[in-house]
């Protein structure tokens, strides 16, 4: 059965660091795309992020590029999402997809996780 899983979320302090995981299984990593998104009470789901299996095709938005990156580790089937320079419009809830294209347009994505809430408060 495919299955996405989120976890590493919590509550931060402005300018702290987080690294969000995202557990593939069921799924060949190396034929799909896997992407974060984020979701911020009363805003609509924005893409953040996709990398592909072999980790080389990366995709950014634009809001989070230079304090956000993505990477895969093949080997465990995980793909993370480093959150750095944390600021509280950063709070929102990160799920990942998975896809078969490099694109941050969530309605190309099929298969989702069930998210992993980001609180970044003083």
């Known amino acids: 059965q495919e299955q996405l899983v989120e976890s590493g979320g919590g509550l931060v302090q402005p300018g702290e660091s987080l690294t969000l995981s995202c557990a593939t299984s069921?799924?060949?990593?190396?034929?799909?795309?896997i992407a974060w998104f984020r979701q911020a009470p009363g805003k609509e789901r924005e893409g953040i992020a996709c990398?592909?299996?072999?980790?080389?095709?990366?995709v950014y938005g634009g809001s989070v590029k230079g304090r956000f990156s993505i990477s895969v580790d093949g080997a465990k089937n995980l793909v993370y999402l480093q959150l750095n320079s944390l600021k509280p419009e950063d709070t929102a809830v990160y799920f990942c997809?998975?896809?078969?294209?490099?694109?941050?347009?969530?309605?190309?994505?099929?298969?989702w996780g069930q998210g992993t809430q980001v609180t970044v408060s003083s």
């Open positions: 990398i592909n299996g072999d980790g080389d095709s990366t």
């Open positions: 997809a998975a896809g078969g294209v490099a694109t941050l347009r969530e309605s190309l994505y099929d298969l």
């Open positions: 069921g799924l060949t990593l190396g034929h799909w795309y």
